[in-house]
């Protein structure tokens, strides 16, 4: 149990890393008032910026640049061509408005994190952390986030489809960014790549998820507790 309640803590603390990042950086940005008014949205947008970003950056130092996530530049170049006329990046530090979201945003964190790690560890663990279905996939896409890091090329193939070319299909392009997103968290806290992919990568975007509809709703209502719980179940 201990067990499972340290990775819970390292989940967290993920979620709060990337928000962080992601909150820094709209400092830069000149985006106050539809933060003010669609908190839901910044927090998600927060979240996102913030795995964009370090998946990015983690990507391009183990490759020395040669990653398919270079692509993830065409955002930021895309928003500064189509805002030329528009002042969108200002620096507009304020240190109350930096940490008084900050806690809130926390306790809705928290909020969001504690059931969905706990379905998380249900369907697929026992009460010390072994798995109770073991699957290909449960070990295949942590080894595949491990060797690429260690290597640092992001390689199509596995040695494991010359011998079962039926269960093993070619990776496609698509997966590299939640490869890395693997080997960021695990290399970050120091923790197995499996653990790292199923108690801290997928209910990271478990959160993602959650919160890209609550931010939907909040653009037709105010949000409340029931569209909250209401988002769990979409």
């Keep these: 149990m201990s067990n499972v309640i340290f990775h819970f803590g390292i989940f967290l603390l993920t979620v709060l890393v990337f928000k962080c990042i992601g909150q820094f950086l709209f400092t830069f940005t000149n985006t106050k008032e539809l933060f003010t008014v669609k908190p839901f949205f910044r927090l998600f947008l927060e979240i996102l910026l913030g795995i964009c970003t ?15 996530n270079i692509l993830l530049l065409f955002f930021p170049v895309y928003l500064i061509f189509s805002h030329k006329k528009e002042k969108l990046f200002k620096w507009s530090w304020n240190r109350h408005s930096f940490f008084t979201p900050f806690l809130k945003d926390l306790l809705v964190l928290a909020m969001l994190a504690a059931p969905i790690y706990v379905l998380q560890v249900y369907i697929n663990f026992d009460s010390t952390l072994n798995f109770i279905l073991p699957h290909v996939d449960n070990f ?27 269960q093993f299909r070619i990776l496609m392009p698509y997966h590299f960014f939640d490869l890395w997103l693997i080997y960021f968290v695990s290399e970050l806290f120091q923790i197995s790549s499996i653990y790292g992919f199923f108690l801290i990568v997928i209910p990271t975007i478990g959160i993602g998820i959650v919160l890209g509809i609550v931010s939907l709703l909040e653009a037709y209502k105010k949000i409340s507790i029931i569209d909250i719980f209401l988002s769990f179940t979409l």
């Excluded at 370090?54 to 398919?68: E, G, Q």
């Excluded at 942590?142 to 489809?161: D, F, S, V, W």
């Design 54 to 68: 370090s998946v990015f950056l983690c990507s391009m130092y183990a490759t020395h640049l040669k990653t398919i």
């Design 140 to 166: 295949s896409y942590p080894q595949r986030a491990i060797i690429n890091g260690i290597t640092g090329i992001e390689n199509l193939n596995e040695m494991e489809k010359l011998f079962f070319p039926e």
